[in-house]
């Protein structure tokens, strides 16, 4: 809680929580000369964006995010000068890797027309699928990265939406004859955590995948927690504050100020000030849906993974679930309650690209798959199966683990509610419209949600922040 000491005159605002969208909140509003504190209920600042020796000392993991295609592009970030704040873009020699089990890998490069060469009689299909995307990507960028509004380039919205609403299932079997993009699509877009039949699901490989040629699927030097230290250090040079290991139990007890903006999701978000709302939107918010949860495995290795196809090894990112229907069996079954037996396995290797984060000579990987909501499954022989079948050999080179249960993401971040990265199904339902269709505003004047449960929803951008902020501004921070 804040005490009186944070507190060096009366407080514009207070933001709770220090995740990409709380310290992006707090940097718009503390821009305007406005005084702001931040709270943070954990030891280290960052929420989904942290690393820390989680294995062995000298082996620096990410925590939860690893790879940064949003926070490359971002429109906030763009105006915040992380490069000398030292943040340092690497990117990889691909962006992906997917192995199949006769040796082939499907691989994702920076530039459309390498990525389709690869793909055989299929390079047109994609070509013609990615390339308008790449095309009119600062035409898309404000309607993608931002709460639902009125177009400011209808057409090119309407050429990206009549695809991006369909599922990834129907739009990789339409566009594309063979298996190896056919899965690729899949995999891109099971990072939405809805099975893959969905609509929806194909605007989120769409968009991903199009970020692998826009911005490329980059990761900070030294780990993710340089960019939350650059974003910290920022709002600090601004004349903003920091209070760590600052959780908020309730938000009658912080001191005044004219706004509050809250880096939660509705659950946590109902614990500290659910007694201040009118029960139609308690009833609301309650009502809100998280979705699948992430089991995830961190690895100190004594060398490299020992690819089959040595390919995956320009890549930062492999995604392991072999072909289409395996993918999507995989996710359709952690998401109606059953842990799949062959998950779809999502994978960084970090220390190919940046060697400060091991020991000379030594590496680590980032890992997870999905699971269901709050699961309690082991998933860790499940994964390194997966990994093994791709890299036999992986588990002789395994010199440490560290993993992480939904319910242990829960406890390192209250927004991770049974595990849920993306801190709420992004269905169609979900979408546009989180986590109320008030978006930002709560019906507590001056109360706000800035975190990724709001419009543009999961990823390191900052975006929810910024869109937060702006309504605080206009609402009560105008004089
Ligand atoms: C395992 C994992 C892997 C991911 N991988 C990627 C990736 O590779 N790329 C990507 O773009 N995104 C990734 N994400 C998603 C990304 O991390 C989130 O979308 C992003 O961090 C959301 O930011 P946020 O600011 O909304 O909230 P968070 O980052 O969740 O931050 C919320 C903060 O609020 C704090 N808090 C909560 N309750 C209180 C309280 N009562 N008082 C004070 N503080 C409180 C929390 O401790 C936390 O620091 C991943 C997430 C996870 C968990």
């Keep these: 809680m804040a005490s009186s000491k944070h507190v060096a005159a009366t407080l514009d605002a207070i933001v709770i929580g220090s995740g990409p969208n709380g310290l992006a909140a707090a940097i718009v509003i503390a821009r305007t000369g406005r ?3 931040v709270l943070e209920a954990e030891p280290r600042l960052g929420g989904g964006v942290r690393s820390a020796e989680l294995t062995l000392p000298g082996f620096v993991h990410d925590i939860c995010s690893a790879i940064h295609p949003f926070a490359a592009t971002s429109p906030m970030f763009r105006t915040i000068p992380l490069g000398a704040l030292g943040v340092e873009w690497i990117a990889p020699s691909a962006m992906l890797a997917h192995p199949f089990d006769d040796g082939r890998a499907a691989l994702v490069h920076r530039s459309v027309e390498e990525t389709a060469a690869g793909f055989g009689s299929d390079a047109r299909s994609y ?23 009125v177009p400011q380039h209808p057409f090119a919205l309407a050429r990206f939406g009549w695809l991006a609403l369909r599922s990834a299932e129907s739009v990789a079997r339409q566009t594309f004859a063979n298996e190896a993009p056919r899965a690729l699509f899949g995999g891109i877009a099971a990072h939405s955590m809805l099975p893959l039949d969905r609509l929806l699901t194909a ?3 769409l968009v991903l995948g199009a970020m692998a040629h826009v911005a490329g699927w980059v990761l900070p030097r030294g780990g993710s927690q340089t960019l939350t ?25 912080l001191p005044p100020a004219r706004a509050v903006l809250c880096d939660l999701s509705p659950k946590p978000l109902l614990r500290i000030a659910g007694h201040r709302f009118p029960q139609w939107y308690r009833r609301k918010l309650e009502r809100y849906r998280y979705g ?11 060398a490299p993974i020992p690819w089959r196809n040595p390919a995956c090894a320009e890549a930062g990112t492999v995604h392991l679930g072999g072909t289409l229907q395996e993918i999507v069996r995989s996710e359709q079954e952690a998401w109606s309650g059953r842990p799949a037996d062959d998950p779809f396995v999502l994978l960084s290797q970090p220390t190919l690209f940046d060697p ?29 199966r997966q990994i093994e079948r791709f ?23 209250a927004n991770l509610v049974g595990g849920d990265i993306a801190a709420g199904v992004t269905d169609i339902r979900q979408f546009f419209t989180r986590p109320t269709r008030r978006t930002y505003s709560t019906p507590v004047r001056g109360l706000y949600i800035c975190s990724a449960s709001t419009p543009p929803g999961v990823g390191v951008h900052g975006m929810c922040g910024y869109f937060a902020a702006q309504r605080a501004l206009a609402e009560v921070l105008r004089d």
Aim: with cysteine.
């Design 35 to 37: 005084k702001v504190l």
């Design 127 to 149: 070509r013609r699928l990615m390339q308008p995307i790449v095309d009119d990507w600062p035409l898309l960028e404000s309607s993608v990265l931002g709460p639902l509004r």
């Design 203 to 205: 605007g989120v490989s």
């Design 229 to 253: 230290d650059a974003l910290a250090a920022h709002l600090r040079d601004l004349g903003g504050e920091i209070a760590a290991g600052s959780p908020v139990r309730s938000i009658d007890d």
């Design 292 to 302: 699948m949860g992430v089991f995830k495995v961190d690895w100190a290795l004594d």
């Design 356 to 384: 400060s984060r091991a020991p000379a000579g030594k590496h680590i990987a980032w890992a997870y798959c999905h699971v269901p909501h709050g699961s309690d499954m082991d998933m860790l022989p499940r994964i390194e």
């Design 391 to 413: 890299a036999p050999g992986f588990r002789d080179r395994v010199l440490a683990r560290s993993v992480l249960r939904p319910s242990d993401l829960e406890r390192h971040n």
